[in-house]
């Protein structure tokens, strides 16, 4: 008879029983008989079957930790409601036995630390906590946990967790924040503190600085809320390094230092999570890895960085890395499948869920319960200076729409996707390929470099007038052959070398160096890339985003868009783009039609063709249309970015108020769920009121701006090199000059050699006519013969010869 034959005979309390003490054995318990009790044998002990003070029954799991009672377990079978039975293992924490309750550690006279559990549910409650109620977790804490806890307690036994310290955090210094990552930080600490939902949601713009919020939420916690331990998980494992960055460059409001000389901050490495270590930055699929197999390895592995299960994945415990590890996981572009397939990773940690997100669906509210903790959008983002706008490039080519036929029997070149082998053959039959097969079954080399041509020969004349530098420009390529392609043709097409377009995915060499360049050096101008650029990894000199490849995601679209929107100061902008001056918006050049999809939102300005004085002047009737208010909105955005802050000031003395402020009513006035014609009008009334506010804004605007004529021909009226008489005449009367004033007293002269630069200067501070100076070594006329008094003995120079 099998073991499970056995167990299918066991009573179903019994069963539940066997499983846990399997689950205590792996968080390192001790599993016991109350008659073979050996309090020596770990550091925790759980003795089964113990009976309690009359009246309170038999407690199924009684929990020692360093030989002291500090809990009890309540099991049940599988399939009990565990909340049903509550009232039991709280009868068991009040019911010790005198005996026992010498060597207790109790709150107000019961055990502090209370389960229920059926061997596939755990419910834990801790007394230490303010309003302490069960929660569900993976598995009993291990013992050394427990202890930590009682030591907390010990210490601080007003606030013995950080449940209890997040209440009475101190105010939050925003001297260094905007007023949304204020309203970030302040939203989260308040659901910490409510404890009404684990888990919060920030929605926050992309640029808007999510991750400095992040890292501001983690030093207050750390710092004043009593957490151990932070898991910071980024999308991208490129983005661990640039976020481990951001901790780094963090200087403290308290005393102006570093993150990292106060806290540890380490990536989750082959090292494992090290003792000291207080903010662990890893993918989750490294989570993952490390909770299945205790290691991960340190280099990029696309094995592991890109893998997504195509079901939800199980995991099991993991002693090298326990559900009670971390006391917060933040989970930064909080989006795609982090919450479908991989949410039993997230679940398994007990830790309160902090998301952060430009673009939450519908399956991430669900996650977070709608918690919504703070809101912030990206034309919002725009109306604070945070972003710039976008406007939109459509190139359509005849192929791009339609596809293309091949007659049967013409050679083609034929690559292999593994190996890029090309070879030659002839097509048996005849192809037809649809759009959706460009450069997944079918690379048209042609219709990329259309695209390509277009977009040079209309970048300085449609795209961006006036300017004769590249602008950083990113590719979105369909997979890495494309990308491949895509960079070939570039260089040819723009007639440039290596150094002029690179592309940049996890199969390229050396890819952190490439994103370095392309960030930094004036000469990289083009990047190609398929995700590894996509989300999170900040370029901000990027001015052109430019999609080869479709996107069928709301949420990655915007991800990709948000590559673009950063502000960047007008002196590392000008470094990178020798011959721009500020960053006043960014376009998406789409090639495929991913603009014409129903979730992408318009840009600010939509109505790019009319003038701003018109716009004004609509402002003034109170006749403004919704999407002429919005562009209204984009045009002042894009002033107040160009303005100096002395003009700045006094515009917004004109206005009365901050004009971002009026820019920001005009936003929220068009904001698609809240837009009436009272709001736009509400919006309008500091403008249409101030005809003085009016005058100035377009005066500033034509201050800033420089017209293009691209109408007027010129032609050529003379050339030819040009004799200026004015200063031949200007030479002879210097001379004329200097030889009527000069006497000449010498018996008898001798010259004295030496370089020009010595008789430049004294010829010229004895009054030679510059013009007669040339570069030649010139003479020092010296007095000799009969000697004369040193008072009265003196030097003339003269000129050298003419030659």
Known sequence: MSASDDDARLPAEARARKLIDAQLTQAGWVVQDKQDLNLFAAQGVAVREVVMKPGHGRVDYLLYVDKAVVGVIEAKPVGTPLSGVEWQSAMYADGLPADVRIAAKTRDGRLPFVFEASGVETHFTNGFEPESRARLIFNVPRPETLARYLREAETNPDYPTWRAKVRKLPALDTAALRPAQIEAVNGVEQSLAGQQCNRSLVQMATGAGKTFTAVTQSYRLLKHGGFERILFLVDRNNLADQTLGEFQNYRTPDDGRRFTELYN?????????????????????????????????????????????????????????????????????????????????????????????????????????????SDYTYPESVADGVNVDFDVYRIRTKISDQGSHIDAGTIVPKVDRRTREQRLEALDDDLDYVPGQLDRAVTATDQIRTVLETFRDRLFTEIFPGRSTVPKTLIFAKDDNHAEEIVRQVREVFGKGNDFAAKITYNARNAKEQLKAFRTSPALRIAVTVDMIATGTDVKPLECVFFMRDVRSAQYF???????????????????????????????????????????????????????????????????AEDEAATLASRL??????????????????????????????????????????????????????????????????????????????????????????????????????????????????????????????????????????RRTIGRLIYSGTPMPRSTARRCTRAPPMR
């Open 558 to 624: 915007e991800q990709m868009k948000g590559r673009g929107a950063r502000t960047i100061p007008d002196a590392d902008f000008q470094a990178v783009t020798p011959d721009a001056t500020t960053k006043t918006r960014f376009v998406i050049v789409d090639a495929i039609g991913v603009t014409e999809h129903d979730f992408v939102e318009p840009p600010l300005n939509r109505q790019r063709t009319v003038p701003l004085k018109k716009l004004l002047e609509k402002a003034a009737n109170l006749t403004i």
């Open 265 to 373: 901050v380490n990536k989750l490495s082959s090292a494992g999570l090290l003792g000291s270590t207080k903010v662990t930055i890893s993918t989750i699929q490294r989570v993952f890895r490390f909770i299945k197999a205790g290691e991960v390895s340190d280099a990029d592995d696309p094995d592991i960085d890109d893998y997504v299960p195509d079901a939800p994945v199980t995991v099991s415990y993991s002693e090298a890395l326990p559900p009670e590890t971390f006391d917060l996981v933040i989970v930064d572009e909080a989006h795609r499948s982090i919450y479908g397939v991989w949410r039993g990773v997230l679940e398994y940690f007990d830790a309160h869920v902090v998301g952060l997100t430009a673009t939450p669906g519908k399956q991430t509210f669900a996650f977070f319960r709608q918690n919504l903790v």
């Open 637 to 774: 955005a894009k002033l107040e970015l160009d303005l100096t802050d002395a003009e700045r000031v006094e515009l917004d003395e004109v206005a009365g108020q901050p004009v971002r402020e009026i820019i920001r009513s005009l936003v929220d006035a068009v904001e698609p769920s809240a837009t009436t014609p009272e709001a736009i009008e509400a919006a309008l009334v500091p403008i249409a009121s101030n005809p003085e506010l009016r005058n100035r804004v377009l005066e500033l605007r034509a201050a800033h701006d420089r017209i293009i004529d691209e109408v007027s021909a010129d032609e050529l009226i003379e050339a030819g090199g040009v004799v200026d008489p004015g200063k031949a005449q200007s030479i002879v009367e210097s001379w004329t000059a200097y030889s009527k004033s000069t006497v000449m007293r010498s018996r008898r002269c001798s010259w004295d050699m030496r370089p020009a630069s010595d008789a430049s200067t004294s010829a010229s501070s004895r009054g030679w006519p510059r013009e007669l100076l040339g």
